[in-house]
């Protein structure tokens, strides 16, 4: 529900933030309702207050938006028609402008954050799983906000963006909020962070699972410095942290959690078992993790008391993944911890782990005449690679693997010279194909991952067309094959120029030619 307040108050709201340069100073106008935000000039009505955001602004976009009623605008420049507010920060300004047009909703409902440089969606799945109910579906107790889906208790649509922008955001927040459901959880970008979306928000929980270098250049990050610096932002907006021991960069890590003011607790864990790191007692960790059929098992333990011995924790017995992949463990245990802080109980956590599904995420595909297995999997940088590869080179020893994968075009420059050195040392063959070329030309990107390739020794074949490219890899393949497609998962689209184009998911063109 929205908060009917005046130009004056978002004025002088922005004023304490030290974002303002030039107020306005119409008493008529200062007085006006605000009955709507918005940057986007087709959603402007009569009562908008609106935002001047983005490199790409065109000022016909202002005109509109005046014509259609806008009150005022802000912006970090001069802006005709009309009058407008001039601010320093128009990101930092538009997120204190979203929390207070809808009141804060996120105060209404436990909210949890994941920040990471893999493993958010899967984690979010296993926590959405264990709220929900093993048989929980898009629309049960927990709102949640993904790279891959977004559902808030009134809207449920396919992601562009892993995080929203701020008034995008705090209009899900309200949804949950008048929705009813129990809570949200979150994955919360760099990129978010960075730009201020999740500014003024307060995650109840939030988790640190990991971090690698990633989303370097183009638009993202100017160099890893930056991407890190800005996912320790993170920490000023939690109360309760929970932290991966075994993350790269761990002592800037618990820095930046230490020297939070909002922090109240922080929670350690450890996916390998170590019960201490770097001379820290840990919290929670997973232990005796092994392959029981097709099913990861392992037990998590808490640590009851201090000291480091294995009396000092608690066994709370054994948990279940039909989720393949070791690795998911890391995920598991995660989304374990955030339950259990949030009172959930362990019959509740273990139903909901073993029966866990994450759209897009290390689905198995298998053809047992032709000895052929292929995984669809959202995996796009190098820790989700290392990750992936190196599980499947354990769980089918012998096997011949291929990869089929492209890289998007514009950002996380840097994955196309360290993906192809993944594939080369666990894999045996790999498809290059699209994968959201965006505004780059996809022979460009495709001929750099080849070139790649080729200096390593390595066999691969170019196929731009994504489907063709499926259907190829798999009619070629030979007996004891096991095909992995990554980066696209059950997306159907392609960004293909400035747009998103329809197209057949990787799920839809592996059942299809299986």
Not at 185 to 205: C, H, N, P, W
Not at 300 to 305: E, K, V
Request: hydrophobic share 40%; net charge negative; aromatic share 10%.
């Amino acid at each position: 529900m929205k908060k009917i307040c005046s130009i004056a108050e978002y004025q002088e709201l922005l004023d304490s933030a030290g974002l303002v340069l030039r107020p306005l100073t119409g008493k008529e106008l200062l007085a006006a309702p605000v009955s709507h935000i918005t940057y986007d000039s087709r959603e402007v009505v009569p009562g908008t207050l609106f935002v001047c955001k983005g490199a790409g602004f065109k000022e016909e976009y202002l005109e509109d938006a005046m014509e259609k009623g806008a009150v005022a605008w802000v912006s970090e420049a001069e802006r005709k028609p009309g009058e407008g507010i001039l601010v320093s920060d128009i990101r930092k300004a538009m997120a204190l402008l979203a929390n207070r047009l809808y009141d804060e909703p996120w105060r209404a409902f436990p909210l949890v954050g994941l920040t990471g440089t893999k493993g958010k969606s899967t984690t979010l799945y296993f926590l959405k799983s264990i709220i929900d109910g093993p048989a929980g579906d898009a629309s049960g107790c927990l709102g949640y906000l993904s790279s891959i889906e977004t559902y808030d208790g009134v809207e449920h649509f396919e992601s562009h963006l892993t995080t929203p922008e701020s008034l995008m955001l705090a209009r899900h927040f309200d949804h949950v909020r008048q929705s009813g459901l129990y809570g949200m959880v979150m994955e919360v970008s760099s990129q978010a962070l960075k730009y201020d979306r999740t500014l003024g928000v307060e995650f109840d929980i939030g988790c640190f699972l990991n971090f690698g270098a990633d989303h370097i250049g183009g638009r993202e990050h100017t160099d890893e410095e930056d991407y890190f610096s800005s996912k320790l932002k993170f920490f000023d907006q939690c109360r309760t942290v929970c932290i991966n021991v075994e993350t790269q960069g761990l002592s800037r890590v618990l820095a930046a959690a230490e020297a939070s003011s909002l922090c109240e607790k922080t929670i350690l864990y450890s996916p390998s078992g170590k019960r201490r790191w770097s001379g820290l007692a840990v919290d929670f960790l997973a232990a005796d993790v092994h392959k029981q059929g097709k099913e990861t098992v392992f037990h998590i333990l808490r640590r009851s008391a201090k000291g480091d011995t294995a009396e000092a924790f608690e066994d709370l017995g054994e948990f279940r993944l039909t989720l393949p992949g070791f690795f998911n463990v890391d995920n598991a245990l995660t989304a374990a911890v955030v339950a259990l802080e949030l009172g959930w109980p362990l019959d509740r956590i273990r139903d909901g782990l073993r029966w866990a599904k994450a759209a897009g995420r290390m689905e198995v595909f298998e053809n047992p005449e032709r000895e052929l297995v292929v995984i669809v999997d959202y995996a796009h940088n190098r820790m989700s690679f290392e990750s992936l590869y190196s599980s499947t080179k354990k769980e089918y020893p012998g096997w011949r693997i291929e990869a089929l994968f492209g890289c998007p075009g514009g950002k996380g420059l840097q994955r196309r010279q360290e993906l192809p050195e993944i594939v080369a040392r666990y894999a045996d063959f790999a498809w290059i194909t699209e994968e959201d070329a965006g505004e780059e030309d996809l022979m460009v990107i495709s001929g750099i991952l080849k070139k790649n390739f080729d200096d390593a020794g390595f066999p691969s074949r170019v196929i731009p067309d994504r489907e063709e490219a499926i259907r190829t890899s798999i009619e070629h393949a030979p007996p004891r094959t096991v095909i992995i497609m990554t980066g696209k998962g059950r997306e159907n689209y392609q960004k293909r120029g400035t747009e998103y184009v329809t197209v057949a998911s990787d799920v839809e063109l592996v059942q299809k030619y299986m």
